[in-house]
């Protein structure tokens, strides 16, 4: 029904005298301003208006995407991210936003991917994904400390499936299917240090403007 109603809202959009003959670069500033202002209806709109005009503007895409996500709708919203990295794949603010929207839908194999990509093109995103990754390690740990080894498990191959090199995940995971109480070890950040695998050493070339 929520699609449905985001459908017919799309096709049955009436432009009004001033905005007729808006460019594609002049529909997404609106569409940036309604996002800004948190009218997520109305970015939509404008985005979709300017690829009426140009079918094949990433920036369009990645801005609709952004504006489904905030109403919810994620199919759609995968959908349009698919489009705009389809479009500018060495752009790595759109493999960001990607990586985002399947972190928050809990498959973070594919977010991992994602990230990986991004970090490729822009080391920047380096420290997003660490954040998220230590969040996922977080979780892990207070099963463990609560003695929930099971739910201990399952949360620390969640943070492997984020990232496979968390070293520290592997070892407790050892740990406790070997020990009947085993030791508890806060888990300490991860980092780019010596001691821990970093996921994504690479020189590629910055996001390119698009």
Not at 51 to 71: E, F, N, S, V
Request: glycine residues 2%; proline residues 4%.
């Amino acid at each position: 029904m929520f699609n449905k109603a985001i459908n017919n809202h799309t096709n049955t959009q009436v432009t009004s005298s001033s905005e007729k003959g808006l460019t594609k670069e002049q529909w997404l500033k609106k569409g940036i301003t309604h996002y800004e202002n948190l009218q997520y209806k109305e970015a939509l709109e404008a985005c979709e208006q300017a690829i009426q005009i140009d079918p094949a503007y990433a920036r369009a895409y990645h801005g609709k995407g952004l504006a489904l996500t905030q109403m919810k709708a994620y199919e759609e919203a995968k959908r349009a991210y698919e489009q705009a990295n389809r479009l500018a794949p060495t752009n790595a603010k759109i493999c960001k936003d990607m990586a985002e929207l399947f972190y928050m839908l809990e498959d973070y194999a594919k977010s991992r991917i994602f990230y990986k990509k991004a970090i490729h093109l822009d080391k920047k995103f380096e420290k997003g994904y660490f954040e998220k990754a230590n969040t996922l390690r977080r979780i892990a740990y207070q099963f463990e400390h609560e003695k929930q080894w099971e739910e201990a498990i399952k949360a620390y191959y969640t943070v492997l499936s984020f990232n496979p090199d968390d070293i520290r995940a592997r070892r407790t995971i050892t740990n406790i299917r070997m020990k009947d109480a085993p030791l508890i070890i806060e888990p300490a950040p991860m980092t780019n240090h010596n001691n821990i695998i970093h996921p994504f050493n690479c020189t590629c070339p910055e996001c390119y403007e698009y």
